[in-house]
Nanobody, 125 residues
Framework: QVQPVESGGGLVQPGDSLRLSCAAS????????IGWFRQAPGKEREFVAA???????TVYADAVKGRATISRNNVNTVYLQMDRLQSDDTAVYYC???????????????????WGQGTQVTVSS
């Protein structure tokens, strides 16, 4: 497996929770980082959250801080738990992998080398 693979998207109602999963490639050495990004229709791709594999250091976008939790298991899967979902959270969510990403650049999509195909999250009543 070269690219990460996302799963867990779907249609939910405002206020609901959702957990996305990212099956990573296994390149979990060094300054390996997994990030979640999202892209809504007509908008640019934006950073959501990221986790450094070794240290489990996490970073969140202001738009989701307090509502999102990124975590990983001990194999190769990263999770993004999203709570109190809002219509503005509707987007295609992408998982991305990168190595050697410095903390100050962790929100930059250009720093990531491998991208998944994305999973659609729709928040609607």
């Amino acid at each position: 497996q070269v690219q990460p693979v996302e799963s867990g998207g779907g249609l939910v109602q405002p206020g609901d929770s959702l957990r996305l999963s990212c099956a990573a490639s296994g390149r979990t050495s060094g300054h390996y980082t997994i990030g979640w990004f999202r892209q809504a229709p007509g908008k640019e791709r934006e950073f959501v959250a990221a986790i450094r594999w070794a240290s489990r250091t996490t970073v969140y976008a202001d738009a989701v801080k307090g509502r999102a939790t990124i975590s990983r298991n001990n194999v190769n899967t990263v999770y993004l738990q999203m709570d109190r979902l809002q219509s503005d959270d509707t987007a295609v969510y992408y998982c991305a992998e990168g190595t050697g990403i410095i903390l100050s650049n962790i929100r930059n999509s250009a720093a990531y080398n491998y991208w998944g195909q994305g999973t659609q999250v729709t928040v609607s009543s």
